[in-house]
């Protein structure tokens, strides 16, 4: 066995360190989604914090979500060619993405410059995103309803089965 040439434990040992990243990632992403009593753009920069750390080029990676046409960004977010993006849905309704960028050329992978796990990680980062807007705008709805039904007018309102997305949550 030639002694420059990786051996294949090197590559199960890369692997796995990889893979700890992402779960690391996943597991700081649903810990910021689950403070429901934070505003999104708070929620929004704890995600964007957790995102670099799990790519395989950290030092280059930075981060932004795009929500109802407004940007959430890294603070040394470069828009670059070297990008992942995934959809952010509420209810089935485009409402913005969640993209990753090198900030310089990498070799090419799977996607482009990325790991398949990686496409596979911020699909599931975006899908999350939406279930915690859509949590948010139904709760934001609710309470809506239970003030209306305060007033006095004999609670003839109604919340819709399927509430649709009308106004963006910031406060900005």
Request: glycine share 6%.
């Amino acid at each position: 066995m030639d002694p420059t040439e990786p051996r294949e434990s090197d590559e199960e040992l890369w692997a796995l360190r990889e893979r700890a990243k992402e779960l690391r990632c996943i597991y700081n992403v649903a810990s910021a989604l689950s403070r429901r009593e934070e505003s999104p753009q708070t929620v929004f920069r704890w995600v964007l914090d957790a995102i670099p750390p799990a790519w395989q080029y950290p030092e280059d990676t930075t981060a932004r979500i795009e929500y109802f046409g407004r940007t959430h960004a890294q603070p040394d977010f470069v828009d670059t060619p070297w990008r992942l993006r995934s959809p952010i849905s509420i209810w089935r309704t485009l409402v913005g993405a969640v993209e990753v960028h090198y900030k310089c050329p990498k070799p090419t992978a799977w996607e482009g410059p990325f790991l398949q796990e990686e496409r596979e990680l911020l699909d599931d980062i975006a899908h999350r995103i939406g279930e915690y807007l859509e949590w948010k705008q139904g709760s934001s709805a609710a309470n809506g309803w239970a003030r209306h039904r305060n007033t006095g007018d004999g609670g003839s309102a109604s919340l819709s089965a399927s509430p649709q997305p009308s106004i963006p949550l910031d406060s900005e």
